[in-house]
Nanobody, 123 residues
Framework: QGELVESGGGLVPAGGSLRLSCAASGNIFSSNAMGWYREAPGKEREFVDGMGRGGSTYYADSVKGRFTISRDTVKNTLYLQMNSLKPEDTAIYYC?????????????????WGHGTQVTVSS
């Protein structure tokens, strides 16, 4: 059993920054690829970014150059640094265990997902 707990969301003006954190319990963090998904009102969940077990990173085109995923293996914590935020980044952000590392996809029915943290970017 394991748990993922996100923190760091909030309200920020366009152009601002936020850093999300995800504390992982158990052996989720050390044994798996991890990443972030988001879900905006009226839209489908979408992949934001991911990090493989070896540290390779992957980003959605919409966040490349603005978001950075990182991890602290001592603290079992995953981070998402978000810069130059836009109103369209407004969503609930979920920390996830990546289920398929070939496609960087995750399914909440089968993989670990956190409860999410709200990020709101005002225009």
């Amino acid at each position: 059993q394991g748990e993922l707990v996100e923190s760091g969301g909030g309200l920020v003006p366009a152009g601002g920054s936020l850093r999300l954190s995800c504390a992982a319990s158990g052996n989720i963090f050390s044994s798996n690829a991890m990443g972030w998904y988001r879900e905006a009102p009226g839209k489908e969940r979408e992949f934001v970014d991911g990090m493989g077990r070896g540290g390779s990173t992957y980003y959605a085109d919409s966040v490349k150059g603005r978001f950075t995923i990182s991890r602290d293996t001592v603290k079992n914590t995953l981070y998402l640094q978000m810069n130059s935020l836009k109103p369209e980044d407004t969503a609930i952000y979920y920390c996830v265990k990546i289920g398929d590392v070939r496609t960087m996809t995750s399914d909440p029915r089968y993989d670990y997902w956190g409860h999410g943290t709200q990020v709101t970017v005002s225009s």
